[in-house]
């Protein structure tokens, strides 16, 4: 049951199967008991400009009340309830963490509200959807494209009578990364054309710079393969820097990165597969972005949150999935772990 203005990010599961392996057995008894054993579902409501952001899962029973946000990686558990304004996050023995209650300024209640009265309007609604539905029918074709292209430019230089395979299997490759660096760098382009650099600030939902940011979203998700496969490499670093990003020297990176210009790291820095470095967030139809910054010889181990607006100290480390909340520190040579993170003392195995 999903009220107006609900805002979901990516990769966010809802479940209302009272019978799966994660739902506590106490909890399915109870709701059978209550309401007979024929009813297996329990209902899942997000009411009125709730805030449900990437990867949380919602367990059945779960009411998310006006205005709440589960922030990124929040674990609902079965039946929970979630008061108006509460923002939760993460899971410590299975239960979502509560962090503070939302709390906006005159002026940020404004925009809210301004982007909210603004969706009544029709216009503002297709126009932004159309604006979406038109790049992803533009990008989506290109990666096939590329192998067509490959197909014309291999078959420009190369005759299966007088060269023979060998001769193919030795072009294709040259020919078709070719092509992907062009789309590479055609995609680094369009960052600086259609965004240009990424400012802190707040942005309203549909508004111009939510379709811009948007369309680069999704450009960089599907024009080009290539970058994927540099993860790791002195190239991912350059390319990161192309976009705008400060990054030192010897660096390792293997993660998300989406506002480059808002990341900064220093020298001879690791960020794993899976971590996740973006510069913003989202709560109640107002994109945030705030810069992060790691220090030297700070590592993040793969799958771990760096929030935005987070500081990653010099030589501090974040165990495998941890998630550092927005604003927070991470003081220097420290080593933290957990969703939400904590400081933790690792103990070697004897």
Known sequence: DIDDYV??????????????????LEYSKKMEKKRGPKQRFADIRLCHAANVLDHCTLLPGVTVAERAVLGTCTLAP???YYPPLAIHSGSQRGRSMHLRDYFASPAMRELEDKTMQDLDNPLTWWRFNFMILLVILCANPLPEAAWVATYFGVTSVWDFESDGVLALLIVTPFVYNFIELVLLLSNIALKWIIIGKYKAGEYQ??????????IIMICGSGISALQECLHGTIF????????????????YLSGLIVEYDLLTVGD???????????????????????PTRIGDGAALLPGSFAMPGSVIEDEAVLMEHTQVLKGETV????????????????????
């Open 7 to 24: 805002v979901f990010g990516s990769e966010v599961m809802l479940c209302t199967d009272m019978h799966a392996p994660w739902v506590p």
């Open 78 to 80: 079965a039946g929970s």
């Open 205 to 214: 939902f549909f508004g111009s710079y939510h379709t811009r940011w948007m």
């Open 236 to 251: 991912e670093v350059w390319v990161a820097r192309a976009c705008g990003s400060k990054i030192g020297k010897d660096c």
């Open 268 to 290: 001879h820095v690791a960020i794993g597969s899976g971590c996740d470095t973006t510069g913003h967030t989202v709560e109640n139809m107002v994109i945030k972005l705030a």
């Open 331 to 350: 003081p220097a040579r420290e080593v933290w772990a957990g969703m939400p993170a904590s400081g933790c003392t690792p103990v070697a195995s004897p």
